[in-house]
């Protein structure tokens, strides 16, 4: 994690800084790109907080050939309303997102820094990264906005920000969530501290040179990407789907729960996993467990609490729950390989939030959606899950609570019924083009990269 310090086989590549936002579902799509840019001939610095390239230094270390440098950032010390781990949103309150988001300002003076000791010729920043391609343009670097979410938010979120009310939405799937964006009700699906206002992410994107990457491909999202330069006058480039590869040094790691699915027949197993900062409420908890149990089906649960809230499994779960599923299911305290999971023969569904990591993870590997959208973008990347055909959503009622039954017959009909036919053909048809596609996004960005870099090359 040294600062500077090439090689000359380094020093003849195009050097990339990339600054991705604090999270997992937005570090990996940035953490692939890398891999994918530094056989193509670039020399990449990956620039975060101490703490979250720690936790990803595994998974490029292993990888001898890869031209990736981790580069830390380090923020000062910050707003007292900050927790001690606020290096990483992973357990952040949504309400404090602003304010970390307001604590990269103060980072700006060591991202100067790195920009004149690097001398970069690209910058590629994240969307909640927005004083980044104004410091990148004081040094005459062009900077390129990654978007690690969907399209279909960013034009849904275009469509809040730009048009009147009476204009009517040009998405009916997406009509059903306009009320709970567009007014800040309790129960709004959207919690993300900004009050529901969109436009921070939009102003953003004007300051991208010249084009926007998307995490996301054409046969998923082709109307939403079609929309957006209505809007946004930039060329967009969906890249996607950019997911999480794993390598053996992971797969070894998490041996036990890999050799539990080992020993279930092929396509008979779901796996129950609500991402990296999403919790359960005690109520939900206690629905999804008895869903899973009414389905029949079996599962590998993914558990997760916050900090504050630090207990014991087995306490978290209703009485007797382990012991009446047996062997039929296996609850995991925290964290599990979902990429492996997922990529795994025995595993027939995703009872999923839908981060938009996990649905483009479960669409590579033909793994058809249960899907609970919770907050933030997920709601809406739910409704495209849907549209799409590749899963279908566990409605919540008009206080948006959870029901077992309807979990239950959900993944029963995702999995097993005859009336799921369709969706799981579907999700199997996306895998099959994924594949086909390969690397050619890639190679079509990378075209245009050079061109940018070759005219910001005056530093
Ligand atoms: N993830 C994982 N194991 C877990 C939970 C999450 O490997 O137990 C990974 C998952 O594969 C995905 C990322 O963390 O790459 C979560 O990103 P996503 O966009 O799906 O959701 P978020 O965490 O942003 O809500």
Not at 87 to 93: E, I, M, V
Request: proline share 7%; hydrophobic share 40%.
């Amino acid at each position: 994690t040294e600062r500077g310090g090439m090689d000359s086989k380094q020093s003849n590549a195009t050097k990339v800084l990339m600054l991705p936002w604090l999270a997992q579902g937005h570090i990996t799509p940035f953490l692939e790109l890398a891999k994918k840019l530094s056989t193509k001939d670039f020399h990449i610095y990956l620039c975060s907080t101490p703490i979250i390239l720690t936790s990803i230094q595994n998974r490029i270390t292993k990888t001898q050939s890869l031209s990736i440098q981790l580069v830390p950032l380090h923020l000062p010390p910050t707003s007292p309303e900050l927790p001690p781990h606020h290096h990483t949103t992973n357990g952040l309150p949504p309400h404090l997102l602003p304010t970390l988001m307001n604590a990269f300002d103060s980072a700006s003076p060591d991202f100067s820094k790195l920009l004149q000791t690097l001398r970069p010729d690209l910058v590629i920043y994240d969307f909640l990264q927005p004083w980044a391609p104004t410091i990148a343009s004081e040094y005459n670097i062009p900077a390129v906005e990654f978007i690690t979410t969907g399209a279909a938010v960013v034009s849904f979120f275009s469509f809040l920000a730009f048009k009147k009310p009476d204009v009517e939405l040009p998405f009916p799937e997406l009509q059903p969530l306009l009320g709970s964006f567009r007014n800040a009700q309790p129960n709004r699906p959207v919690d993300d501290g900004t009050d529901g206002k969109p436009t921070p992410m939009l102003e953003c994107m004007k300051k991208s040179s010249k084009m926007i990457l998307f995490n996301t491909f054409r046969e998923l999202e082709g109307k939403y990407l079609d929309y957006l330069p209505i809007s946004i006058e930039k060329k967009i480039v969906p890249i996607g789907p950019l997911v999480h590869e794993t390598d053996h040094h992971e797969e070894n790691k998490d041996s036990a729960i890999m050799q539990w699915l080992g020993t279930k027949d092929e396509l008979s197993t779901v796996f129950v996993s609500f991402g990296s900062e999403s919790f359960l409420s005690k109520e939900e908890r206690e629905e999804i467990a008895n869903g899973l149990e009414l389905s029949g089906v079996n599962f590998i649960w993914v558990v997760r609490f916050p900090v504050e809230e630090r207990t014991e499994v087995e306490e978290a779960l209703p009485v007797g729950f382990l012991e009446r599923i047996g062997q039929r299911g296996l609850v995991i305290d925290g964290w599990a390989p979902q990429a492996q999971i997922l990529a795994h023969s025995s595993t027939c569904g995703f009872v999923s939030h839908c981060g938009w990591n996990s649905v483009l993870e479960s669409l590579k590997f033909g793994v058809p959606i249960i899907a609970m959208p919770m907050k933030h973008d997920q709601p809406i990347s739910g409704k495209v899950v849907e549209d799409v055909g590749v899963g279908v959503e566990v409605k919540r009622d008009e206080n948006r609570k959870l029901n077992r039954e309807n979990i239950a017959q959900v993944i029963r009909k995702v999995v097993k019924d005859e009336s799921g036919v369709q969706v799981r053909t579907k999700a199997r048809e996306l895998s099959e083009i994924i594949r086909i596609k390969g690397e050619k996004a890639i190679d079509g960005v990378v075209q245009e990269f050079m061109q940018l870099c070759n005219r910001g090359k005056t530093i």
